[in-house]
């Protein structure tokens, strides 16, 4: 195979799972959240390795923040109605 079909091959692979994973959180932000958890939790355990653990809470999602009564979204309330 040349070498620049070869990195071409490359290039386009690298655009396609950049764009798929944009899709996917924007469009299935918690099932994105409990993939992120779900690979890194193994990693940061007691006993494995410190590069491993380092690597784990990378990827681990940011903490969600509870600050509302009901629980987060810190959009509750009704929206104020547009005057024309």
Excluded: T
Aim: proline share 8%; charged share 15%.
């Amino acid at each position: 195979m040349d070498a620049g079909l070869l990195a071409q091959y490359a290039i386009i692979a690298v655009a396609v799972v950049f764009s798929a994973w944009f899709v996917a959180k924007r469009q299935f932000p918690n099932a994105v959240r409990r993939l992120r958890l779900a690979i890194a939790v193994p990693m940061v355990r007691g006993g494995r390795a410190p590069w491993m653990q380092k690597l784990g809470r990378q990827i681990a999602p940011p903490a969600m923040s509870n600050d509302g009564a009901c629980g987060g979204c810190n959009s509750c309330g009704p929206s104020e109605p547009k005057r024309h």
